[in-house]
């Protein structure tokens, strides 16, 4: 195996992960200070393409998540190099290679400071910034003003109501087809939220676990009063913290979490490649699911 401290980083080999390396992206996360976050990078390892370059010590090098859909968009994320072999082009070398792979599709990811300049070398521009919201969110007696969805999660099956009029908002608001990607969502996920009028469903949000926190997305809705009240309704099951991604466009949303104990841990730049405009209608799209995968 080529060791990338002594070989010019365009011939070092890059891989397609599985499942089994599970513990090897753990130990890289760690090896930057990230969160180890076993629960995210296994559905990621399931659900998006994950590549890395190895090391010859049998840890890996670096590693690069890419969630294609279909043709028409693609998530970057856990974009990660050892400090060790930091500053050698691994990162470079391994962007060309999701680049590549996701052809014409409108690229984006989420970016942080360290990786900002890197992917402004290959033709991507901040369109937002992203705040992570976390703490132990206060819920209070508010009323409960959502629904729990009543989800057939087996796409072979007849789609019932809910997952039938469920997968056609997001396919609106998203602007691309996740149907079978929330299937696998919802089977993780500790709960799914509906809001509706008297026209249907109007919204959804979802919680899932990671380590110790609840995550919630993504949250789709008509206004940022339908999303609040989808992620109360979410975060009355939260034992310990939760964590919401949400864009700095959406101040009043951001306010009232920040008033009930939401505070940012850390933010990045939301960045699309060519400065594309994103599929869909985002105004509507008020958190992502994860940003490694949008
Ligand atoms: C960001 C990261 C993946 C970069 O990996 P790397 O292998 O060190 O990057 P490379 O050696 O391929 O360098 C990438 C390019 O960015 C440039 N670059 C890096 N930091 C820069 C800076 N502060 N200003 C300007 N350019 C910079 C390099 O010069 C290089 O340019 P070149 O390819 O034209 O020579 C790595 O530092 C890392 O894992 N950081 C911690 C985790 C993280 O924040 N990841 C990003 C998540 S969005």
Request: charged share 25%.
């Given at each position: 195996?080529?060791?990338?401290?002594?070989?010019?980083?365009?011939?070092?080999?890059?891989?397609?992960?599985?499942?089994?390396d599970l513990?090897?992206?753990?130990?890289?996360?760690?090896?930057?200070?990230?969160a180890?976050?076993?629960?995210?990078w296994?559905?990621?390892?399931?659900n998006?393409?994950?590549?890395a370059i190895d090391?010859?010590?049998?840890?890996?090098?670096?590693?690069?998540?890419?969630?294609?859909?279909?043709?028409?968009?693609?998530g970057?994320?856990?974009m990660?190099?050892?400090?060790?072999?930091g500053?050698?082009?691994?990162g470079?070398?391994?962007?060309?290679?999701?680049?590549?792979?996701a052809?014409?599709?409108?690229?984006?990811?989420?970016?942080?400071?360290?990786?900002?300049?890197?992917?402004?070398?290959?033709g991507?521009?901040?369109?937002?910034?992203?705040e992570?919201?976390?703490?132990?969110?206060?819920?209070g007696?508010?009323?409960?003003?959502?629904?729990?969805?009543?989800?057939?999660?087996?796409?072979?099956?007849?789609?019932?109501?809910?997952?039938?009029?469920?997968?056609?908002?997001?396919?609106e608001?998203?602007?691309?087809?996740?149907a079978?990607?929330?299937a696998?969502?919802?089977a993780?996920?500790?709960?799914?939220?509906?809001?509706?009028?008297?026209?249907?469903?109007?919204?959804?949000?979802?919680?899932?676990?990671?380590?110790?926190?609840?995550?919630?997305?993504?949250?789709?809705a008509?206004?940022?009063?339908?999303?609040?009240?989808?992620?109360?309704?979410?975060?009355?099951?939260?034992?310990?913290?939760?964590?919401?991604?949400?864009?700095r466009?959406?101040?009043?949303?951001?306010h009232?979490?920040?008033?009930?104990g939401?505070?940012?841990?850390?933010?990045?730049?939301?960045?699309?490649?060519?400065?594309?405009?994103?599929?869909?209608?985002?105004?509507?799209?008020?958190?992502?699911?994860?940003?490694?995968m949008?």
């Amino acid at each position: 195996m080529p060791d990338p401290l002594n070989t010019p980083a365009a011939e070092l080999p890059v891989r397609r992960l599985g499942p089994g390396d599970l513990d090897r992206c753990v130990a890289l996360s760690v090896d930057r200070h990230w969160a180890p976050e076993e629960r995210k990078w296994l559905f990621l390892l399931e659900n998006a393409e994950v590549y890395a370059i190895d090391a010859p010590s049998g840890d890996l090098a670096g590693t690069v998540t890419l969630t294609r859909y279909g043709t028409t968009a693609a998530g970057i994320g856990m974009m990660l190099v050892a400090t060790r072999y930091g500053g050698r082009g691994l990162g470079r070398r391994l962007m060309t290679h999701v680049l590549d792979t996701a052809g014409d599709a409108t690229v984006f990811l989420w970016a942080t400071e360290f990786g900002r300049p890197l992917y402004e070398k290959l033709g991507f521009e901040t369109v937002g910034v992203t705040e992570a919201r976390v703490g132990r969110l206060r819920v209070g007696d508010d009323p409960v003003r959502t629904r729990p969805a009543d989800l057939d999660a087996d796409l072979d099956a007849d789609l019932d109501a809910d997952l039938g009029a469920l997968l056609a908002l997001d396919g609106e608001v998203f602007g691309a087809d996740r149907a079978e990607l929330l299937a696998r969502l919802f089977a993780f996920a500790e709960e799914v939220r509906v809001t509706e009028d008297e026209t249907g469903l109007t919204g959804y949000a979802v919680s899932w676990r990671n380590g110790g926190t609840l995550f919630i997305g993504p949250v789709v809705a008509d206004d940022e009063e339908a999303a609040h009240a989808l992620v109360i309704d979410l975060a009355r099951r939260a034992d310990g913290l939760v964590r919401i991604d949400a864009d700095r466009s959406r101040p009043s949303l951001l306010h009232r979490l920040g008033e009930r104990g939401l505070s940012e841990a850390f933010s990045t730049c939301f960045m699309v490649r060519g400065g594309r405009p994103m599929p869909g209608d985002r105004a509507r799209m008020f958190a992502p699911m994860m940003l490694a995968m949008g």
